[in-house]
């Protein structure tokens, strides 16, 4: 389910029930990357590698939390000191319970298949509390040789509840192995047919191994391209048992040219005693160049009655429910996070920036005016935002306590009102602001998301970075959301141009149709146009549930 313009700003759900992490990706501080994950005693845990140069890769932290939210560090559960044969890259870490015992699977020192006389691959070590410390639990990899092409690195160890076997998924170099691990899980058993390494390299494979069941479906996934280049993503195939074959594969996480690059190597995680899923993975930040610049992130996967699983949509996010700010960049003024608001003091100008980079967009908000009666708001498609001079170009769309509602734009220190309209408000109260940007059609909507109160025409600017800004006044901002305007899966719908300007968002549900053309059994190729989405947001969802049944 993506974001919506008919979905109101994101507040904290019960139940872990998430779109994605609503307090902003990425959900911890750090370059991060290849995570591992577990819930252990109903708290979840990740262990990533310290997204860093190989020599530098001597350590790995952990990150627990009660509700996917909050985040506490546990640094170094894991370091070389406490692997004899290791000394750097030390990386990829996948953890799991069993026999009273935590143990943590990791690969170490980036073995070649040419060398010789190095030590090298995947080890264990194992632990009494998820937060270790973790000890090299003997002494040598557990896997130190290739085998089938499959260099030893990525490890995932799944438990098959089926029939409580332990299997080790792992592989590079474009090959994937299983095995199966003895009941000490220190040790690597035979199958039924005495063999000990079994290839099951699906097509496209190149690293990253993972394993998860539901209903009976075994799910292995994998990454695919050079984990330094931006196409780097996540694949995926379906089998009736752990050992596949894994034939038929598609594409579930991809780079996004306004969020994220780079995405790959993930783990899943499903809340305990639900079918609530999330997929965690690494990125490259848009603005970062720098191949070791990953940060963590996770969104929702959701899955198709038939058991597939849906294309990922990494959405844009941060209701600041964790009081931190980790995806945004402040340029003048000061800013902090307070009571779950991204907080500006007092300042003549000040701006905080996300690093997107949308075009057409649902850009959600609140607003409220804390002092001055300056004019806060939110900015769109920005781009050449310098830190020095804090000049840029691109859209803000500001409100005042005065009652002013603009829409303006910048263009490298020269600003021009494009358009204003009034509406009655006052100091101190939030008010939720919508852009939605469509080409060149622009629309601000200000609590009222059925009646848009600026609707403006202009081509200055057709993609940038979102952000919010204070000017001669000092603001609190909230739920926070910026989405391409379409749904996906069994409610997909695109807008695009039209002239829808008869509507009128007191006609009926058939009104529309019968204007606007539609069969109720053909909207699923549903097209709306922004003069629609303007006149009535309720409506379009009144149009979804049909589409949606």
Known sequence: MSATPNSPPAEPRAALDYTTSEAGNPFVAGWYADPGSAVFDGVFWVYPTSSCAYEEQTYIDAFSSPDLINWTKHPKVLTIANVTWATKALWAPTPISRNGKYYLYFSANDLQEDQTGVVGGIGVAVADKPEGPFVDAIGKPLIGEYYNGAQPIDPDVFIDDADGKAYLYYGGHSHTNVAVLNEDMISIGTFDDDTTFKEITPKNYVNGARMVKRNGIYYFMWSEGSWTRPDCCVSY??????????????????????????????????????????????????????????TLAYDRLYFNEDGTIQPVTMLVKDNFADNAMLNWTTYGGEWSVEGHRLTAKDTSGGMAMLDTNFSDQVFDATVATTKGNGHPGLLFRVTELSRETYKYKGYKAAISPTGVITLGKADLGTFTDLAQTKMDMVMRKEYHVRVVAIGSEIAIFVDDMDKARIQFTDDSFSTGANGVRVFNSAAKFGSVSVAKPQRSGSQEWVPSYADYDDLSSDDSLDDTLDKLSVEKDSLRSFKPSLSLLCCGANKLFRINKIVKS
């Open 237 to 294: 195939a379906m089998a009736d048992n752990p050992l596949g074959p894994f034939n038929s594969s598609a594409k579930i996480l991809e780079r996004d040219s306004a969020v994220a690059t780079g995405t790959g190597h993930n783990c899943i995680i499903r809340v305990p005693g639900t079918d609530t899923w999330y997929i965690l993975y690494h990125r490259r930040p848009l603005s970062e160049t720098e191949r070791n610049h990953r």
